[in-house]
């Protein structure tokens, strides 16, 4: 386990079952505490909800979450999902590569052993030079930590992928970098699955992902209030487990753009509202594709970000 401290003030949210309603917890340093009885923590976390109470139930239900369980600590309005780091980009291709098109694998190895530079087709597309580059996905299949998951039936080839997120707490059209910054209400851990047998010809399709993407995203059971980690959004570590073995240490080190920098590019003549998650993309070395390791029915799933928040799950068949 890591030492790093816990920012805060952090928030999570569980069900009433009895109350027919969601109940709020902050923790200030003194540990969890109802937001009813510490009503002034409430205002780091004033995002409206775009949901009501009984939508969000209703999901939960689904979901087979009894009376207590722990639930999103915001329900998103929408998710955007960028990639701002490079260095993900170029293992993530070679990973693909080397499982699903081994020809292209062996041909870029060569190249880069030879000119000990990154093979071409390994390396973004030129845009994602330019700008932030982003695709949106379902942000109502986004599950608590601890929901346990299945692999859509249509793939053989589970990928989790560890993620700092965002959440919007004001309406931002044409922001700054510095508006958009100070919009940032709630830090999460995303965790975006991906079936990659899948992504791999959707992604030639030209569209981008669709059901190698859609079936399932899920977030950290807390959220930090985004004043409270807004210095340090470039500077967080972060780890994967799986069966209780640590199989990669990162961190948000290394991005081409920050997250208010990608923010303030979606805002673009867009308007965007309060309750919109956006997503930095996977951190270099979190995902299995890079690592060679892909799930399994069994498997013990643990993404963390110190300081942020943890996502668990248990794959199941």
Request: glycine share 8%.
């Amino acid at each position: 386990m890591n030492d790093s401290p816990t920012l805060l003030p952090r928030m999570r949210r569980t069900l009433d079952l009895a109350e027919r309603r969601i109940e709020v917890h902050i923790d200030t340093g003194d540990g969890w505490q109802s937001a009813d009885e510490i009503d002034s923590s409430t205002e780091a976390f004033a995002i409206p909800s775009a949901f009501t109470t009984e939508f969000e139930l209703a999901r939960y239900d689904s979901m087979g979450l009894a009376d207590g369980a722990t639930v999103l600590p915001v329900c998103p309005a929408s998710f955007r999902d960028f990639m701002v780091f490079e260095e993900h980009a170029i293992a993530a291709a070679r990973g693909l590569a080397r499982r699903f098109v081994p020809a292209a694998h062996r041909l870029g190895r060569a190249f880069e052993t030879l000119t000990r530079r990154t093979f071409p087709a390994f390396r973004p597309h030129a845009l994602w030079y330019r700008q932030p580059i982003y695709y949106m996905s379902n942000a109502l299949t986004i599950v608590p930590s601890g929901v346990p998951i299945t692999c859509p039936a249509y793939s053989r080839a589970l990928d989790f992928e560890l993620e700092l997120g965002v959440v919007l707490a004001a309406p931002l059209r044409d922001a700054t970098v510095e508006q958009a910054a100070a919009a940032i209400g709630a830090v999460v851990v995303v965790n975006d699955f991906s079936a990659r047998d899948v992504q791999l010809a959707e992604m030639r399709s030209g569209f981008g992902p669709q059901k190698s993407k859609h079936f399932t995203t899920s977030m950290s059971a807390t959220a930090v209030a985004g004043a409270a980690v807004a210095d340090r959004l470039d500077r967080l570590t972060a780890t994967v487990r799986i069966n209780g073995n640590t199989v990669s240490r990162t961190g948000t080190q290394g991005m081409r753009y920050s997250m208010a920098e990608a923010i303030a590019h979606a805002s673009r003549s867009e308007q965007l509202y309060p309750g919109e998650l956006l997503s930095s993309g996977t951190l270099p070395g979190g995902c299995g594709m890079e690592l060679g390791r892909w799930l399994a029915p069994g498997d013990e799933l643990r993404l963390e970000i110190d300081g942020v928040g943890v996502i668990e799950h248990r794959i199941e068949q």
